[in-house]
Antibody, heavy 119, light 106 residues
Framework: QITLKESGPTLVKPTQTLTLTCTFS??????????VGWIRQPPGKALEWLAL???????RYSPSLRSRLIITKDTSKNQVVLTMTNMDPVDTATYYC???????????WGQGTLVTVSS | IVMTQSPATLSVSPGERATLSCRAS??????LAWYQQKPGQAPRLLIY???TRATGIPARFSGSGSGTEFTLTISSLQSEDFAVYYC?????????FGGGTKVEIK
């Protein structure tokens, strides 16, 4: 059974860099076609896709946030890491880790982690 | 690709039918998914491929459409169906979600 879990700081200061880790089980990110990504949701607002990395190291990013994001994977640890620089209060949101595939929806979601940006 | 959902809020009585709409600014073929989100929970995949129910999703949920116009229908609303529903295209990058439709009790 596929599970994903996000971890990282709950509070960051403006201008700081956020690093979130997704630890997953039930699948391998070395399997052809598999991808893991990140989606966020500000309180009371809609979902926003951020980034996704595939089994073959293909990386995809939201154009509006591309300059601030880096997504990496560690296949041996079953982890995907998202780094977001220059955090701002508008980045306050619940950040979700998701499983996907090529031309596939986001079929498995982590529970999400709320990140607050405040001084 | 911009995804637009309507209405923003839908008030329905239990047992009634609910019809939610999603429009894409350009064709996404059938690469369209619907998700359900309840308060305090992560979204759950309901429909993919515009019309295929995900594992464990009751038959009262159905999806239709292709290209730019899509519909999610809940045939007879149960108490557990009151939630926010999102559509999402996975035909092109960047992946995009609609703004959501909140289905509330009338």
């Amino acid at each position: 059974q596929i599970t994903l879990k996000e971890s990282g700081p709950t509070l960051v200061k403006p201008t700081q860099t956020l690093t979130l880790t997704c630890t997953f089980s039930g699948f391998s990110l070395s399997t052809s076609g598999v991808g893991v990504g990140w989606i966020r949701q500000p309180p009371g607002k809609a979902l926003e896709w951020l980034a996704l990395i595939y089994w073959d190291d293909d990386e995809r990013y939201s154009p509006s946030l591309r300059s601030r994001l880096i997504i990496t994977k560690d296949t041996s640890k079953n982890q995907v890491v998202l780094t977001m620089t220059n955090m701002d209060p508008v980045d306050t949101a619940t950040y979700y880790c998701v499983h996907s595939g090529e031309f596939q929806p986001f079929d498995y979601w982590g529970q999400g982690t709320l990140v607050t940006v405040s001084s | 690709i911009v995804m637009t959902q309507s209405p923003a809020t839908l008030s329905v009585s239990p047992g009634e039918r609910a019809t939610l709409s999603c429009r894409a600014s350009q064709s996404v073929s059938s690469n369209l998914a619907w998700y359900q989100q309840k308060p305090g929970q992560a979204p759950r995949l309901l429909i993919y491929g515009a019309s295929t129910r995900a594992t464990g999703i009751p038959a009262r949920f159905s999806g239709s459409g292709s290209g730019t116009e899509f519909t999610l229908t809940i045939s007879s609303l149960q108490s557990e169906d009151f939630a926010v529903y999102y559509c999402q295209q996975y035909n092109k990058w960047p992946r995009g979600f609609g703004g959501g439709t909140k289905v509330e009790i009338k």
